[in-house]
Nanobody, 124 residues
Framework: QSQLVETGGGSVQPGGSLRLSCAAS????????IGWFRQAPGKEREGVSC????????KYADSVKGRFTISRDNAKNTVYLQMNSLKPEDTAVYYC?????????????????WGQGTQVTVSS
């Protein structure tokens, strides 16, 4: 059974950092691109970043460019999202999802399996 599990969320002050992990099981991670999305209370889920199968291509939403970095370690079946210079507006539940190709659209419809999410709260 294919599964994605996000970890690493927490509470930080503005300007702080967190690293999220997305661990895959039940399928071969290197066959898929992986994306990170987030959903704040009362808002729709939005794309944050994605990474191609071997990490040669990455995409970012404008709101996180220069602050977030996506990476992957296929040997560990894990994708990471390093989040620096966090802002209160980054507060959300963060999800990772599986897709065939990483595109700049970061469209929900392109993703199938999702994890359960991990909460990130940025507040002073």
């Amino acid at each position: 059974q294919s599964q994605l599990v996000e970890t690493g969320g927490g509470s930080v002050q503005p300007g702080g950092s967190l690293r999220l992990s997305c661990a895959a099981s039940g399928f071969t991670l290197e066959y898929y691109a992986i994306g990170w999305f987030r959903q704040a209370p009362g808002k729709e889920r939005e794309g944050v970043s994605c990474i191609s199968r071997y990490g040669s291509s990455t995409k970012y939403a404008d709101s996180v460019k220069g602050r977030f970095t996506i990476s992957r370690d296929n040997a560990k079946n894990t994708v990471y999202l390093q989040m620096n210079s966090l802002k209160p507006e980054d507060t959300a539940v963060y999800y990772c999802g599986r897709t065939t190709f990483c595109t700049a659209k970061l469209a929900l419809s392109e993703y199938d399996y999702w994890g359960q999410g991990t909460q990130v709260t940025v507040s002073s």
